[in-house]
């Protein structure tokens, strides 16, 4: 018989769309890492539909604060995907204020939800950000 996944085990997985190359699209995730475009990136990330992937300063859930909100609001996005790692986790609401202020929607979700929210918004053509912690 086939042994169960541990809960806090994410295995790495590779996902396929049909967005238009020139968009960022997560194309996989594992332990430690994201692949955005068929490159792999580790570390936490902030990731727009069109532009470079950026290296997020944030490198554990604990750092997120309302600081970290003013360098997503620098990129005008409608919606903030927060992808906390392994599990779901809602950061202070100190931090989902500051969005709410600028009227921007804030989603918290682990990270490999959110990396698959992310691509279905982008396919939409939303302005999204994707504040991504690592597996």
């Given amino acids: 018989m086939p042994r169960a996944a541990k809960p806090d085990s994410v295995p790495a997985l590779k996902l396929h769309t049909d967005s238009p190359a020139s968009l960022n699209t997560v194309t996989g995730y594992g332990p430690g890492f994201i692949e955005v475009n068929r490159a792999r990136h580790e570390g936490a990330l902030l990731l727009l539909p069109e ?11 604990e750092q997120i604060d309302p600081q970290c909100v003013s360098e997503l609001l620098a990129h005008t996005p409608e919606i ?9 986790r809602f950061p202070h609401p100190r931090v989902s204020a500051a969005l709410a202020g600028a009227r921007i929607g804030l989603d918290v979700m ?4 959110a990396c698959r929210t992310y691509n279905i918004l982008v396919a939409e053509g939303r302005r999204v950000i994707a504040a991504l912690l690592p597996i």
């Fill in 110 to 113: 682990d990270t490999p939800a």
């Fill in 51 to 61: 532009g470079p992937i950026l290296n997020w300063a944030v490198s554990q859930f």
């Fill in 80 to 88: 903030v995907l927060l992808g906390t790692g392994v599990r779901q």
